[in-house]
């Protein structure tokens, strides 16, 4: 029917005239009340927005001299943040000499990493940036 036929119609029932294709030919309407329409659009998008889960990057710190139970500490601390399904980024800072000594940090993110890989993978496996050795660890899939 013609665009005006559709309108009287909508009008006839206290409706709206909703337009679903408007690059078909010819173009195809709906008659439906918009703002009830609306209303369920935003009540879907609400729903679902509530559903996602958003992926966040937690970050740990370690310096190449730590102990051992701080390491301990700081890998639970990390398999808290993976469980949650955060990735975590792992950084082993160098200051003033230390940087002579990178391998001794190399070791230190080494040992931390193998204490996480049974729930963890390397997203991102160790490189330098300035005085930092970063490594990052994603969540393995369920």
């Known amino acids: 029917m013609s665009s005006r036929e559709a309108q009287f ?3 006839q029932y206290d409706l709206d ?3 679903v294709a408007p690059d078909a030919q010819p173009p195809v309407c ?5 703002s009830k329409y609306r209303f369920e659009q935003q009540k879907r998008a609400k ?4 559903n996602q889960h ?4 937690k970050e740990v710190q370690l310096t190449p001299q730590i102990g051992a139970h701080d390491l301990a500490t700081k890998q639970r601390a ?5 469980e949650d399904g955060d990735k975590v980024k792992v950084g ?3 200051r003033g ?5 990178i391998d001794v940090g190399q070791e230190v993110l080494d040992k931390f990493i193998a204490g996480l890989l049974e729930i963890a993978i390397i997203e991102k496996p160790a490189a330098m940036d300035n005085r930092w050795l970063i490594a990052i660890l994603a969540p393995k899939k369920k």
């Open 97 to 101: 000499r230390q940087m002579q000594h």
């Open 47 to 50: 729903e679902a927005k509530k």
């Open 9 to 11: 119609k909508a009008n």
């Open 30 to 34: 709906k008659i439906i009340n918009y």
């Open 92 to 94: 082993v800072r160098f």
């Open 78 to 82: 990390a398999l808290k943040f993976l």
């Open 17 to 19: 005239l909703l337009c």
């Open 54 to 57: 958003i992926v966040e990057i």
